[in-house]
C-alpha cells in the first residue's frame, strides 16, 4: 500500500503520524509530505521590517527538514519505508497533487479542528482533501476529553 502522510508542526500531525504507525509496516510504503506556506505579505507598519524574505523562506524550509527528518527516523524505526517530500505552496493543492502524481492509496492528514471564522477565513487543508482526493482519506483528530 501506498501512504501520503501529510504533517505540519503541530500535535494533530503527530496524531496522524502515530496513525499511519498502526498499519502493517512491511506492506506500507510511506510518502510523509511537508508544505511550506508561502509568507503572508503584510505592511510592515504592523509588524516590524523584515530585512530579507528569503531568509523568512529558508529558515521554513529548514525546519520542515527537520520535521521531516525526525518523521522519517521514527517510521523507519518501525519498519516502514519512507520518503520524504518538501514542497512550497497551498497545503491543500500540493497534498492533492502529490497524491495522485505518486498513485497513493490513502492520505492521512491531521485535524486542526478550526471552526467558524477562522474555518472560514483559512479554510480547511483536510476537508479540501477529503473532498477532492482520488483515494481513500483518514483525518485524524484529537478528541478533547470530557471536563471533570
Not at 506556506?37 to 527537520?66: N, S, T
Not at 486542526?112 to 487543508?125: A, E, P, Q
Amino acid at each position: 500500500m501506498k501512504l501520503l502522510l501529510a504533517i505540519d508542526e503541530s500535535k494533530y500531525s503527530e496524531a496522524a503520524t502515530n496513525a499511519a504507525m498502526q498499519l502493517q509496516a512491511e506492506q506500507c510504503e510511506v510518502y510523509v509530505l511537508h508544505v511550506v506556506k508561502p509568507p503572508v505579505l503584510i505592511p510592515y507598519a504592523y509588524i516590524g521590517e523584515v530585512d530579507d524574505l528569503g531568509q523568512v523562506v529558508a529558515e521554513e524550509m529548514r525546519r520542515g527538514k527537520d520535521l521531516l527528518d525526525r518523521a522519517q527516523q521514527v517510521l523507519t524505526s518501525a519498519g516502514f519505508r519512507v520518503q520524504t517530500l518538501l514542497e512550497r505552496g497551498d497545503p491543500r493543492d500540493i497534498i492533492l497533487d502529490q497524491a495522485a502524481r505518486l498513485n497513493v492509496d490513502l492520505v492521512i492528514v491531521g485535524s486542526h479542528g478550526l471552526t467558524g471564522l477562522d474555518r472560514f477565513l483559512i479554510g480547511s487543508v483536510s476537508e479540501a482533501v477529503l473532498r477532492h482526493a482520488h483515494c481513500s482519506v483518514e483525518i485524524v483528530r484529537i478528541l478533547k476529553s470530557a471536563p471533570a
